[in-house]
């Protein structure tokens, strides 16, 4: 069965620091990966994917993930890091089975000014 | 473009009364669509989702069941809520013509839910 684990609850960086929030996975396929930001009371909003090809995938609000098949990891970056950024990070997994997305516990951004 | 609605956003809700969450899609045909739940503003649960009108697969036996009268309608029912109901309650969507492991969901805004 898929799964997706995301090893930190909450990350704190300063503001103007890179940023990793860290996503790992387990497929039996070739997987299909997924980050999407949750603000407070909204639903979640779709960043990026990695479907096959370029390991480094970019995405929206300046955000890019990169996929390491090694380490079955697919973690979010942000070179610089913006108070606005500050929210909840949920990593998606789907294997070539079809079946919806399983998502990770989440974890909890905090950039400090 | 695509939109995807839910109503009401917030609800209040005594224990034992039914419920009634809608959504709906605009600007596609025949998407997949699904219901999770969210607990504590964390983890997503996936309660139920759906590949065509009257085709619905749960994940979870709960008290909890699901309907799609319309292509692009999903509703998620009660007959008698529970205190352990309470939660944010997420629609989503994704293209249709089956789940394929490229496809995209795409979240609506939310349901606040408190059972009383």
């Known amino acids: 069965a898929q799964s997706v684990a995301q090893p930190e609850d909450q990350v704190k960086v300063a503001e103007g620091n890179p940023l990793t929030v860290k996503c790992t996975y387990s497929v039996s396929g070739n997987p299909y990966l997924f980050w999407y930001v949750q603000y407070p009371n909204r639903g979640l909003q779709f960043l990026l994917k990695?479907?096959?090809?370029?390991?480094l995938v970019k995405g929206s609000y300046g955000f890019e993930a990169e996929f390491n098949k090694s380490q079955t990891s697919f973690h979010l970056k942000k070179p610089s890091a913006l108070v606005s950024d500050s929210a909840l990070y949920f990593c998606?997994?789907?294997?070539?089975?079809?079946?919806?997305?399983?998502f990770g516990k989440g974890t909890r951004l905090s950039v400090i000014a | 473009s695509q939109t995807i609605h839910q109503w009401p956003a917030t609800l209040v809700q005594p224990v034992g009364s039914p419920l009634s969450l809608e959504c709906t899609v605009e600007?596609?045909?025949?998407?997949?669509l699904y219901w999770y739940r969210q607990a504590a503003g964390r983890g997503l649960q996936l309660l139920f989702y759906s590949v065509g009108i009257g085709q619905i697969s749960s994940e979870v036996p709960q008290n909890l069941s699901a309907s799609r009268p319309q292509d692009r309608q999903f509703i998620l029912s009660s007959k008698k809520l529970l205190l352990s109901d309470s939660g944010f309650y997420l629609c989503a969507w994704g293209p249709g013509q089956g789940v394929r492991g490229t496809d995209t969901q795409y979240f609506g805004p939310g349901t606040r839910l408190t059972v009383l």
């Open positions: 990695y479907i096959t090809g370029d390991n």
């Open positions: 998606a997994v789907r294997d070539v089975g079809n079946t919806p997305l399983v």
């Open positions: 600007g596609t045909s025949n998407p997949n």
